[in-house]
């Protein structure tokens, strides 16, 4: 454990934590859009309003039991910022959210909610580069595709993680979810900018701090 905890590099650990900050504020701007969050985050959201259990408290519940998969058949995929995304993603989401609704408050307009879908695009692609770049561990969540495509290397990674994410998406439809263009924007548009932020962004921070 001590050679374990030796080699950890405490920059990048530090970059993932600021990451997993940044994807929670793009998260609630999500949110606040009023028109749909990333398949995962609305799932939750849906299924934790029908219980009545808190938001952050919901998601950890969930990522606990999708913890147990990752142990079995990803244990390599583990790291600190499983854990961190994990326990606190989700009140990093609530902190951020109570402070624009506060402040901001809820947008009346359909143009205004398709900007701040916009900006909501942007951060989220941005904390998604900086959390998953450092290979500081993969989200109980983000593994299932990876341990998928391990196990069944004929279907491209593409295909197991729309998959899950329509499952995702028809769970928050069915639990009376926002399923809007926020969610689609999540699911189909993050990647070209979260690639734009690895080459241009997180990559060149990443090999700063290196030297």
Not at 10 to 34: C, Q, R, T
Not at 42 to 48: D, K, P, R, S, T
Not at 159 to 181: E, K
Request: glycine residues 10%.
């Amino acid at each position: 454990m001590s050679e374990w905890i030796k080699n950890i590099n405490w920059k990048y650990v530090l970059i993932m934590l600021v990451g997993n900050i940044v994807l929670g504020l793009g998260i609630a701007i999500f949110k606040l859009s009023g028109l749909g969050n990333d398949p995962f985050s609305g799932m939750v959201m849906a299924l934790a309003e029908v219980t009545g259990i808190e938001y952050a408290v919901f998601l950890i519940i969930l990522n606990m039991c999708i913890f147990v998969i990752e142990i079995i058949f990803g244990r390599k995929l583990i790291g600190i910022g499983t854990f961190v995304n994990a326990v606190l993603l989700g009140y990093f989401v609530t902190f951020f959210y109570n402070i624009l609704v506060s402040t901001v408050g809820n947008p009346d307009h359909m143009v205004q909610r398709i900007l701040i879908v916009c900006v909501g695009v942007v951060v989220t692609s941005l904390g998604v580069s900086m959390y998953q770049l450092t290979r500081q561990g993969v989200a109980p969540y983000d593994s299932l595709s990876l341990i998928m495509t391990e196990k069944w290397p004929k279907i491209p990674y593409f295909w197991h993680r729309v998959s899950n994410d329509a499952i995702c998406t028809l769970i928050c439809w069915l639990a009376g979810g926002i399923v809007g263009l926020g969610t689609l924007v999540s699911a189909f548009g993050l990647g070209p900018i979260v690639q734009f932020f690895d080459t241009y962004f997180t990559s060149k921070l990443l090999e700063k701090i290196g030297n």
